[in-house]
């Protein structure tokens, strides 16, 4: 009898085995054949085992379980509806719960509303105050936010790049350079960064003329210059010579093997006016627009370029701001927790400097930082955001399990390793799939949470329409908390005319 239970045993754990082995839909499965069942079925009971012990489900960071598990039942198109109303306590609310003030009389949707892309193109073209030749108006309020090459595999960066394609966005390449895994058709915003990856001379300086043949090789829309992202801004960068493989040295322009180092600080301007000058410089040489990626920290910064900006009539076409809560693929605690502001902080603070130099009708923005789910996004462009970026939420939608291991190589998804043992996992033609159902799914979700406003667009859904709960359950004026003055955050008049016969038209 017993020899005949083990052989049973080991017969069906084979079988099991070589099924996970051939099957592309689940990376973890993929990477860790049998023992990877234990996720699964463990997410399966964890809402009953939650009744009795461990956490709630608005508890773990940096995404709860309720968040993660709306992008993966969005990105399956699964039923992402939660039942029997919210588990939050709305009279100790987490800070700044966001409350949305729905209108008596809903927007009656329109034939484009039933478009299963639900395409929302942004309010602004991007460039048009400076004229620049490819000036551009954003497909769409929802992008994929800059996570390099090196950072990320090679499946997963194909993964968003076709995830974008299929969605009908753009994804930002970080500072990484672009690589092969970005040229799948999807639109692309490249990101420029301290150590002028794909784009520097033998030396590691700038080079105007690499800038110039990638960006007519590539679909690229726009340039990003990127003076810090939220979770270690002023700090520089290192990827470990182990990690330095050859495909990645080619597209970063550096050696095998050796260590990669982005220095904290750009070696081709250290002020405002060099800083302008090389953005004029790369719109001028390329006819794309330039805008500027950066954390919030000195004010005076903002309000300087401002100034700057309204006397010389040049400068950044748009300007994303990442909040201190934004994600990394490896960063020291110090700086992920405490430097840099938050969005809610850090964002109408550089939005009143633009303003109060009447540039925020002139100048796009985008904001990134734990955007990427539906009431915080209208929130985000209800500030004055022309579209948000999102990293971490994407991540999700291919199979992330917030196993935080980015750092380690160690990743058992596929998606934040070089490891081709580990990366083999991750099937880029299912995930791409994937990427584009969470994006899609987000801005439905957004097109409804604006209709309910009584507006067509969200660009049109004013702070005046948004409350923030105080942790002891007090409501106060989203406009208020911002200090906004009226009509801040929304589009110029006739933005807004034309942003709402878009959405009609569907051009
Ligand atoms: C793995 C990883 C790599 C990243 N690499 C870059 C980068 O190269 N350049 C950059 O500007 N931001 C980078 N970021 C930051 C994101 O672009 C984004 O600004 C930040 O994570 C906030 O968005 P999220 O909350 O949607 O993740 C990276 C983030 C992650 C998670
Ligand atoms: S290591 Fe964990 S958190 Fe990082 S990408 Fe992989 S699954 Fe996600």
Request: charged share 20%; aromatic share 8%.
């Amino acid at each position: 009898m017993w020899p005949w239970l083990i052989v049973g045993t080991v017969l069906v754990v084979a079988l099991v085995a070589t099924y996970d082995l051939l099957q592309h839909k689940h990376a973890i499965l993929r990477n860790f054949p049998v023992i990877g069942h234990f996720r699964y079925v463990l997410e399966k009971v964890g809402p009953e085992l939650r009744q009795y012990i461990v956490t709630d489900n608005d508890e773990e960071r940096p995404f709860s379980r309720d968040r993660r598990r709306w992008v993966y039942a969005s990105s399956k198109k699964e039923n992402d509806y939660f039942g029997f109303g919210t588990d939050n306590d709305l009279d100790r609310p987490a800070a700044g719960y966001v409350i949305i003030k729905h209108s008596a009389f809903p927007h009656r949707p329109v034939a484009a509303d039933a478009d299963a892309s639900h395409p929302i193109p942004a309010a602004k073209v991007i460039g048009a105050w400076r004229g620049r030749r490819h000036a551009f108006r954003p497909a769409s309020v929802v992008n994929i936010s800059g996570m390099s090459y090196g950072s990320l595999s090679g499946a997963a960066v194909e993964a968003l790049n076709r995830g974008a394609l299929l969605a009908g966005c753009w994804q930002a390449t970080g500072e990484g350079g672009l690589s092969r895994f970005h040229q799948h058709g999807g639109d692309l915003v490249f990101q420029i960064g301290t150590g002028y990856f794909g784009v520097r001379d033998a030396a590691g300086d700038f080079e105007l003329s690499r800038l110039v043949d990638l960006c007519a090789a590539n679909p690229v829309r726009a340039i990003e210059l990127k003076l810090s992202q939220g979770a270690k801004p002023g700090l520089g960068g290192l990827l470990p010579g182990p990690k330095v493989t050859k495909a990645i040295a080619e597209v970063r322009g550096i050696e095998v093997g050796k260590d990669c180092i982005s220095p904290a600080f750009h070696g081709t301007f250290s002020d405002i006016d060099g800083m302008l000058e090389f953005i004029e410089r790369a719109a001028d040489a390329t006819g794309i627009p330039v805008g500027i990626k950066s954390a919030v920290g000195d004010t005076r910064f903002w309000t300087d370029l401002a100034t700057r900006m309204a006397v010389t009539g040049t400068g950044p076409d748009f300007v994303v701001v990442d909040g201190g809560e934004g994600g990394t693929g490896a960063g020291p605690l110090a700086f992920t927790d405490h430097v840099a502001l938050p969005f809610r902080q850090g964002f109408p603070r550089v939005y009143r400097a633009f303003a109060e130099a009447d540039l925020h009708h002139k100048v796009a923005f985008g904001g990134s930082a734990k955007l990427g789910f539906p009431e915080v996004a209208l929130l985000a462009l209800g500030m004055g955001c022309d579209w948000v970026s999102v990293a971490r939420e994407a991540l999700l939608a291919i199979g992330c399990v917030q196993a935080q291991r980015c750092h380690t190589d160690h990743c058992p998804t596929g998606i934040a390793t070089q490891r081709p043992w580990l990366e083999r996992g991750l099937d880029p033609d299912l995930k791409s799939v994937r990427c584009a159902n969470y994006l899609i799914t987000l801005r439905k979700e957004l097109l409804r949470l604006a209709h309910a406003c009584g507006e067509s667009h969200p660009a049109l859904v004013g702070l005046d329409r948004i409350e923030l709960l105080g942790s002891d359950g007090e409501s106060r004026p989203s406009a208020e908390v911002f200090g906004y003055q009226p009509g801040w955050g929304l589009p110029s008049r006739a933005e807004a005319k034309l942003v709402e016969q878009l959405v009609a038209t569907r051009r």
